[in-house]
């Protein structure tokens, strides 16, 4: 691993590689998670679910599942009080009228054991009408399409439309030497953390909702429980235990959820629902296919001149709030690089097919791998080396994309140099031909510091230090596995001058932690950083007000260095912090040394021409992947993956490069061989075996570079990584095959059989030179 | 049927059904969590022990064949206690777990090849922890904190 250090400036917490506070409980089989409570009186849940990819619900007749002995309740669309939830509220926990993908709830049960419950299900009988599906979404949008939701008041299934221009789009195309135009496509994929969901509802005597769930938007979660089950918020409290990874698909409030709060209503024992890793396939939520039509310019002297994208995200049945993709997907085309012109015209339509949610990335993968193969087309085009052209319109420190996104700082080239220097670029690029090798890069631009798109996009953190000298930083965000606890505590550390090991870290009930809209968006880091940093100075500005009382010392001689008071730095008479303020807390009418602070990010909601400075940082990155193909079957292998990331500041490289690596491998597993491939609205596939996640033997070892701009609003300059790192293989990994065999690939994943069919129709780019006015393809 | 087990050391006799698997036992039966599940098809591998010395996905394991058997899991890698052994240790220091779920399959399965006398080579261990997912780390961190600890014990 490579640091670029922007600055010098020295720090005693951050910047060094500690270890996960919670990895000792996690190597030695300690940590508890959903699946391995002991609860009295818990009952298992299952759901019964639709075999049907659309369809009427004509009847539903549970009698027999009601009678079972062991069955406590027994639930359905007919027998609970719900509401429609979702973006666009078009989802029902349990469907009522209609089915419109496989995986849709119908009825579920509680029971005393597994096999209760299971039988209890196939004792539901449910009648379907069926009706007539479709799983395209440009077939979707044809007159004459099946109509997915009827109650709706939209035309040809879509349900949303993305559209945003600016500048002279007609001039800037006068204006290019050369155009180039493709289509570029993307599969349905599958978050699928090892951990499939597991939810655990139950109500108190009193009628005390808890829920143990691993969503990690915590607050917004128990809202529209309440506002769909009709409950009352204020007396719900939600539990995170520890999260067995996510990567989005347990982000927020789903069908499953309600169910199990329902079960438990109904059943008024705690109830347990646990997805199976079939259920986690087709019935949470995915990464949704994106198809870009997308054309870009670019003049004489190598500058690009517009991108024009009409674009169909097939979202499946519902929103859910996958539809807002979109939102990550129009920021690239309009401000990756320095682009004056630009338009984008979208639509998300429904499909009778499992829906997308915000898997990571968000919309970002999809987008890039077309935007960043049309950037090595152009530049091949115009006989420029992809990298140097990237250099040429790379986004700069101190500016404003079209749509408004205010950069402040910006690693982008040094990230660009950084894997062009370390893969060996400028010698090996398109030298490896006879050998079918290849190398391409890819770049991204991401939110890094939050994402405003909620009223608030703010975060609370609260610091106590007891007696012993204890910190105890109550955190609005959760731990997802990524490692945001370790970094909190170590922002916590260095600001109080304490060690990382008395700082504990509390952040998993919202009964005692303060709000946070949640962790998405790579914003933990930046907006639940800053708010512990801003927790943290007022805790340490009381703690030095206490000490220097005990000690008879004026507050503004102290300062506190390593967990030792220092009156004026002198080291000689330094007193250990807890001894300073143990007196003066145990005294009578004593105070208690406690700071709370809320931190929201100075930014705007894009406005309805989606114009609007979204986050407070921006983060980038750049890519290159080496492959080698096998002409003959179309395997690919990656034989090297190249990263560089501007990260603002590590304030734990090795957290940092975790994310960074974990992503690039998620993304090679994207561009190669995940995919849940439906026929009729039928998974193929929905299990570990066939869906193609990288085994420790696929990918090669990432190398990873981290690129330190010390951002002026980040915690210590940091700014967010979580997503970062998934976004661009397979983007980098199609232009590494287009250099190692000549074909442009137009879709991913990049599976053996498809490779082999661009070869033998010999796909290429479509390049139109506007000089000549020859068109070649 | 009664089964007699010996596990991370400690005598057990447990009556179990001839359907249950060894997963099960652990998990429900002894109250040894440790032990995930992440698929019940033996394609993860979050559910691996060792059962005389042998890894096994313990979700496609019936209990009834390992009567008998000296079974180890995460909980007992570093013999008894909450401490850490020295791979638990350099899991820890190289950054190896991140959620934390495939970690204890990962472990078991990294412990039976290094007592095998895998070498401290990248490619071979790489190889020999092809069956267990992890999809949090994109692996290089805990083919580091393998090979650390091949080379250190070989």
């Known amino acids: 691993m490579a640091v670029t250090q922007a600055t010098s400036d020295a720090h005693s917490v951050v910047g060094k590689r500690i270890p996960k506070l919670d990895a000792p409980d996690k190597v030695t089989g300690a940590t508890v998670y959903a699946d391995d409570m002991r609860i009295p009186g818990l009952l298992t849940a299952a759901i019964k679910r639709s075999p049907h990819a659309h369809a009427r619900i004509v009847s539903i007749d549970v009698s027999k599942a009601e009678a079972l002995p062991g069955v406590h309740a027994v639930i359905h669309a007919g027998n609970v009080t719900q509401r429609s939830f979702g973006y666009g509220h078009d989802n029902e926990p349990l469907k009522s009228r209609k089915v419109r993908c496989i995986g849709d709830e119908v009825a579920a049960v509680a029971a005393v054991d597994a096999e209760i419950a299971q039988q209890a299900l196939d004792l539901i009988d449910v009648d379907y009408d069926l009706l007539p599906e479709v799983d395209d979404p440009h077939a979707a949008m044809l007159p004459g399409a099946p109509v997915i939701h009827e109650e709706l008041d939209i035309e040809g299934n879509v349900s949303m439309r993305w559209d945003f221009e600016t500048g002279d789009l007609a001039a800037a195309e006068r204006d290019s030497a050369v155009i180039v135009e493709g289509t570029y496509s993307s599969p349905q994929a599958a978050p699928a953390p090892i951990e499939t969901h597991v939810v655990i509802a139950d109500f108190d005597p009193t009628g005390h909702l808890t829920v143990i769930s691993p969503v990690h938007m915590v607050f917004m979660y128990r809202k529209e429980l309440a506002d769909c089950l009709g409950l009352d918020w204020q007396r719900i409290t939600i539990k995170q235990p520890p999260v067995g990874g996510s990567f989005g698909g347990k982000i927020d409030i789903d069908t499953h959820d309600f169910i199990t709060v329902l079960l438990a209503k109904a059943a008024q024992r705690p109830v347990k629902l646990a997805l199976t890793r079939e259920e986690e396939f087709i019935g949470a939520r995915t990464r949704q296919p994106i198809h870009f039509k997308l054309r870009t310019g670019a003049d004489a002297d190598g500058n690009i001149t517009f991108r024009d994208a009409e674009v169909v995200s097939d979202n499946g049945a519902y929103n859910a709030w996958g539809s807002h993709a979109m939102l990550v997907a129009m920021n690239t085309v309009t401000s990756l690089y320095q682009v004056p012109a630009s338009r984008v015209r979208s639509a998300v339509v429904y499909t009778n097919k499992n829906y997308g949610g915000s898997v990571r990335g968000f919309g970002n993968p999809q987008a890039t791998f077309a935007v960043e193969q049309q950037t090595e087309e152009l530049a091949d085009a115009l006989g420029i080396d992809p990298i140097a052209f990237r250099l040429q319109n790379a986004n700069t420190a101190d500016s404003t994309t079209t749509q408004g996104l205010e950069i402040t700082t910006c690693g982008l080239t040094e990230c660009l140099e950084a894997v062009r220097d370390r893969s060996g670029w400028v010698e090996r690029r398109g030298t490896q031909r006879e050998k079918f090798r290849g190398l391409g890069a890819a770049t991204y631009i991401h939110v890094g510091g939050g994402a405003r798109i909620y009223g608030s996009d703010g975060c609370g953190a609260m610091i106590k230090i007891d007696d012993s000298g204890q910190v105890a930083l109550i955190s609005g965000s959760s731990e997802l596995g990524q490692g945001s606890e370790t970094v909190l505590a170590m922002i916590v550390a260095e600001e109080i001058g304490v060690p990382v090991d008395v700082v504990t870290v509390t952040n998993s009930d919202t009964d005692v932690k303060p709000w946070d809209v949640g962790v998405h968006a790579s914003r933990t880091t930046f907006v639940a950083g800053n708010a512990a940093r801003l927790a943290a100075r007022g805790a340490k500005a009381k703690l030095l007000e206490a000490a220097a009382e005990t000690l008879g010392i004026a507050a503004a001689e102290l300062d506190i260095e390593d967990g030792m008071i220092l009156r004026n730095g002198d080291r000689d008479t330094a ?120 085994t420790a033997a696929d990918p090669p070892r990432i190398d990873v570079t981290l690129v330190e701009t010390i951002d002026p609003e980040g915690p210590y300059g940091a700014k967010g990584i979580g997503e970062g790192g998934i976004i661009l293989p397979p983007a980098a990994i199609a232009n590494a095959v287009a250099d190692a065999i000549g074909i442009r690939p137009r879709e991913y994943p990049m599976r053996p059989w498809k490779v082999v069919d661009w070869i033998q129709r010999n796909e290429t780019s479509t390049v139109v030179d506007q000089r000549t006015g020859e068109a070649s393809a | 049927m009664k089964l007699s087990l010996t596990i991370n050391g400690d005598p057990y006799r447990e009556n179990v059904e001839s359907t249950q698997t060894l997963l099960g036992v652990l998990r429900d039966d002894i109250g040894l969590t440790g032990t995930k599940w992440g698929c019940l098809t033996g394609d993860c591998g979050s559910c691996t022990v060792l059962v005389d010395g042998r890894t096994v996905v313990s979700c496609l394991q019936l209990a009834a064949q390992v009567d008998g058997s000296t079974i180890i899991t995460v909980e007992g890698l570093a013999g008894r206690g909450r401490t850490m052994s020295d791979l638990q240790d350099a899991f820890v220091r190289h950054g190896a777990a991140q959620c934390g779920f495939c970690t204890p399959g990962m472990l078991v399965a990294a412990e039976q090849l290094i007592r095998d006398g895998i070498e401290a080579d990248e490619k071979a261990i790489r190889e020999g922890l092809s069956g267990n997912l992890c999809r949090c780390t994109g692996y290089n961190k805990i083919i580091d904190a393998v090979v650390e600890i091949a080379a250190t014990r070989g």
């Not at chain 1, 990010?601 to 096998?630: C, L, M, R, W």
């Not at chain 1, 993956?641 to 304030?651: E, K, P, S, Y």
């Not at chain 1, 190669?672 to 075996?689: C, K, S, W």
């Open chain 1, 575 to 694: 007193v250990p912090y807890a001894k300073a303020i143990r007196r003066r807390l145990l005294r009578e009418q004593s105070s208690i040394i406690m700071s709370s602070a809320f931190y929201d990010p100075p930014t705007e909601k894009q406005d309805e021409g989606f114009i609007g400075n979204i986050s407070a940082a921006y983060g980038f990155g750049a890519h290159v992947a080496e492959v080698e193909v096998d002409p003959e079957t179309g395997m690919i292998r990656v034989v090297g993956l190249w990263a560089a990331h501007d990260v603002g500041r590590a304030i734990n490289p090795m957290s940092c490069e975790g994310q960074i690596e974990g992503g690039a491998v998620m993304g090679i597993g994207l561009a190669l061989t995940e995919e849940l491939p439906v026929q009729d609205g039928r998974f193929l596939a929905p299990n570990l075996h066939d869906y193609g996640m990288p």
